[in-house]
């Protein structure tokens, strides 16, 4: 069965701006993939281009089996996109605006629409000019959960939601995977894309970092160990996989490459543990060392003369 | 990384299909402007069927048109300023008088129309999520210009029908330069079609 998304090398420059530098995407049918990375990293430029609103200089991009580009309605019939900020028309109602969406993308459940108009609590009746952010944005999405498509691309969807609306949110995205649809979710808020996301992508400066399921990626993340001691601690300076050790008196605090917590663990029981808390890798962690390198090196450079003692090759 | 190189289309291209969504589109855009084009194609009417009265009080005898006609033929700094006649009729003299202005407000009407749905759906973003439906590329322009084709056609309908209900021939037997009001108000809306297709389709097949 062909992917839903398959990008490889993909080039873009406007003017002296490199855009896009060989970037890779892959995104299997019926997976929720999560499409992340800094400001200005390249994720709306891919987005558009999937979207054949924009062509690349080089590289192969292929949506639903078809070139995005020179196949563009074909692919838009199986396609529903929400961007990051949605604008409308100032004397159309939200549910006018629903209905050409529904016009124009060839299809609209009838009874999902009048069914997520309530979950979302949007008042379709009201004009575009009356609507705040966060309703703008709820009209699109409906529009887009309400199509009868295979793919979805979201650029930021939820950026003007409050709380409650982001779990409806979570919640459609939840069950159009149950439905056997594709998502591609583009997103800075990265307690959705732990909520939502099978894979997840990362990109930086117009190429792809990192790919992988998150189970995947957070073998490469630490975890945090604080722990109360109670004999002196020994040794765990000598230990591979532990950064930024920092004993007071029988106070032990340090991260360790979740690959090598069980050593960690074991050199602590020697000393007697009488408290210990452990704290999972977070995403954010995560995304801060490949979001922004330069950044952490700069505010750990203190750190990174005690770390590079007990740093050791990978 | 991954080099594989994407599998081969699984289905045959039917074409890029650059016109798709020109109906809905148009609708629409009629739709959204179903105030806007209704008042300026009413004032431009209005402007024109008002015309053949007040020429009536103006030029009423034969001998006042007379005096015109040699006016016009002697003083040429009076014909720089307000155009040749074209003739003696009240039809004529209503083409003299407000045919140019008619074909301004025309063109004004035109261009406005096909910016409000080229130029400031684009900057607003709105275009973007069109064009993210089954909209072909050349689509939005289309459905643009024939909205102002729709306004123009109208006025050029209710001028000519108006003047004829008045008695007044809106298409012109005599010297050349005259031409039917239907396409002399038409003219603009072609004008500003050809200029703004250029203009977009060479952005459209080469750049982003």
New interface residues.
């Given amino acids: 069965m ?2 839903a998304i ?4 993909l080039h873009k420059s ?1 003017g002296a701006t490199h855009a896009l530098d060989g970037l ?1 995407l ?1 995104v299997e049918r019926g997976e929720v993939h999560g499409f992340l990375g800094p400001n200005g990293a390249g994720k709306s430029t891919t987005i ?1 281009i999937l ?1 054949g ?3 690349a200089d080089s590289g ?3 949506v639903l ?3 995005p580009w ?5 692919v ?2 199986r ?3 929400v ?1 990051g ?5 100032r ?2 109602s939200g549910g006018e605006v629903i209905d ?2 529904g ?4 299809g609209l459940d009838r009874r999902r629409r009048d069914e997520l108009v309530e979950r979302f609590e949007l008042d379709p009746t009201k004009k575009g000019r009356t609507y705040s952010k966060g309703n703008r944005q709820k009209v ?1 999405l409906v529009a887009a959960f309400a199509a009868d498509v295979d793919l979805l ?1 979201l650029d930021e969807p939820t950026s003007g939601l409050d709380p409650l609306m982001e779990e409806v949110f979570q919640r459609c995205v939840a069950e159009e995977r149950d439905r056997g649809r594709t998502v591609l979710l583009s997103s800075h808020l990265l307690g959705e894309v732990e909520q939502l996301c099978d894979r997840v992508s990362i990109v930086r400066k117009g190429r792809t970092v990192e790919s992988g399921s998150l189970a995947d990626l957070r073998h490469l993340t630490r975890t945090s160990v604080t722990a109360e001691l109670a004999g002196p601690p020994d040794g765990l300076a000598r230990l591979p996989g532990v950064h930024g050790l920092d004993i007071q008196g029988h106070r032990v605090r340090l991260q360790v490459d979740t690959a090598r917590l069980d050593a960690v663990l074991r050199a602590l029981t020697e000393s007697g543990v009488r408290s210990l808390t452990s704290t999972p890798p977070t995403l954010e962690e995560l995304f801060l060392r490949h979001y922004g390198e330069a950044a952490t090196a700069s505010t750990s450079a203190a750190a990174a003369a005690a770390e590079s003692s007990t740093e050791v090759e990978r | 990384m991954t080099a594989t190189a994407p599998a081969p289309a699984t289905a045959p291209t039917r074409g890029a299909r650059p016109l798709a969504g020109t109906g809905t589109l148009l609708r629409f855009a009629l739709r959204r402007d179903r105030v806007l084009i209704p008042v300026w194609v009413a004032v431009n009417a209005l402007m024109v069927l008002s015309m053949p009265n007040t020429l009536k009080a103006l030029y009423g005898t034969a001998a006042e048109r007379a005096d015109l006609m040699r006016q016009m033929a002697t003083n040429t700094s009076l014909r720089a300023m307000v155009g040749p006649v074209f003739g003696d009729s009240p039809g004529a003299l209503t083409a003299w008088r407000v045919g140019v202005y008619a074909g301004a407000l025309a063109a004004v009407t035109s261009l406005l129309v096909v910016l409000r749905h080229t130029r400031d759906e684009e900057e607003s973003g709105r275009q973007e999520l069109v064009s993210s439906a089954m909209v072909g590329r050349r689509a939005p322009l289309t459905a643009a210009l024939l909205a102002a084709v729709v306004a123009d056609a109208v006025v050029a309908l209710l001028i000519t029908v108006g003047l004829a209900g008045q008695g007044v021939a809106a298409v012109a037997k005599g010297p050349p330069g005259a031409r039917p009001a239907f396409l002399h108000i038409s003219q603009p809306t072609r004008k500003a079609g050809t200029t703004m297709a250029a203009s977009s389709w060479k952005k459209n097949t080469t750049a982003p």
């Fill in positions: 062909t992917k398959t990008v490889s090398g406007f890779d892959d558009r979207l609103l924009l062509r192969a991009a292929q089996g078809r070139d020179s196949d563009a309605v074909e838009h019939r396609i529903a996109y961007p900020d949605v604008t409308l028309w004397n159309l050409l969406f016009r124009l993308r060839g699109a691309i």
